[in-house]
């Protein structure tokens, strides 16, 4: 029932909307996911900082490291990383941010902001020019 009106909304109407609101959902993780692109896989991360994957899911609880949902793994945008190390910063700005959602700090990760402008952000880390080795 919508309580603001009173009027009973249809069961097979609340299903409709909530299926197209979950498809438009997995479409903006689809978005957020390739705005974060060049990625690391796990065991790339792990060699490139020369830790284990235990080492990994820590730093990432403590929000040392931006890691996406990726089916039943992660994946590690690569502005993150230059010269076998994190990035100056990042454990600073990912712990300023007040969620537990992997998908939060995203935006952070595009070359361009979804107007199409630069991201300073991104674009100070070297988003655009990366290269970890």
Not at 50 to 75: C, F
């Amino acid at each position: 029932m919508d309580t603001a009106t009173n009027v009973r909304v249809p069961a097979d109407l609340l299903e409709k909307d909530l299926r197209e609101a979950h498809l438009r959902g997995l479409e903006r993780i689809a978005q957020l996911r390739k705005a974060a692109e060049p990625v690391l896989e796990t065991g790339e991360v792990c060699e490139l900082l020369g830790v284990s994957r235990e080492t990994i899911r820590k730093e990432m609880d403590r929000k040392q490291l931006l890691a996406l949902l990726k089916g039943g793994d992660r994946v590690f945008p690569a502005f993150q990383f230059r010269k076998s190390e994190v990035l100056p910063g990042i454990a600073e700005v990912l712990s300023s941010l007040d969620t537990d959602s992997h998908l939060s700090p995203c935006p952070f990760c595009s070359a361009r902001t979804p107007s199409g402008a630069a991201n300073p952000l991104a674009n100070c880390c070297g988003r655009e020019t990366w290269n970890p080795w």
